[in-house]
């Protein structure tokens, strides 16, 4: 079946997201897990957990993604905004394997100029500190054109993941890695590989898999 769905407000409960699927004719949903301009975030609550779960099962909605808040920034040299953007990731993941969500989106961030090449220790020390701190549901990083020092170029996402050539047709991406080995992912965009999507064209979403 042919998913179509689109961002959703859960505001209330995580209950009103489904209704507000079910109303646009959408079989699948993205929402944010908390104000999208907000530090704050906490745990689901459980019976709403519970209800979400049983009602997207019953009307075979899914899969639900979860983006995250536009204040991450996983480059940032000020530590406290750095620490705001791990910590809110966490809870978010964490909310995300509570409900089952086949993942978080998230804008890497920006450098503010001083070049990716600078800021791309930190990011894979973030990121590596992120998926150990989590389990059950994915990190997918969201590709950018790369104004005003943004991150998410496919060449930029692709050196995190240790990526060394890429090449592709008009519905596949085969991937190069450093260790000799070869990926392969299609535009279905399923996720097999490391807890991590990797983005690699404009308009869509791969993940790889081994071959």
Not at 14 to 29: D, E, H, P, Y
Not at 86 to 95: E, G, R
């Amino acid at each position: 079946m042919r998913r179509i769905g689109g961002h959703v407000s859960m505001a209330g409960s995580l209950l009103n997201a489904v209704s507000k699927t079910r109303q646009i004719g959408g079989n699948c949903l993205q929402i944010f897990a908390g104000s999208p301009r907000l530090w704050f975030r906490k745990p689901f609550p459980d019976d709403q957990v519970e209800a979400f779960l049983k009602e997207t099962q019953k009307l075979d909605i899914s899969p639900t993604f979860i983006h995250a808040l536009y204040l991450v920034n996983l480059a940032s040299t000020n530590n406290d905004i750095l620490e705001k953007s791990i910590n809110s990731l966490v809870i978010d993941i964490q909310n995300g394997a509570r409900i089952k969500s086949a993942g978080v989106i998230v804008h890497i961030g920006s450098h503010l100029g001083a070049g990716f090449d600078a800021v791309k220790d930190q990011l894979v020390a973030v990121i590596q500190r992120i998926l150990a701190s989590t389990e059950n549901c994915n990190l997918i990083l969201e590709n950018d054109a790369g104004q005003n020092g943004k991150i998410g170029s496919p060449e930029e996402i692709s050196s995190l993941s240790n990526i060394i050539d890429v090449a592709g047709g008009g519905f596949h991406v085969l991937a190069l890695k450093d260790d000799g080995t070869v990926w392969a992912a299609t535009s279905n965009g399923v996720l097999l590989s490391n807890g991590m999507f990797y983005s690699i064209a404009p308009n869509g979403l791969f993940g790889f898999l081994h071959i």
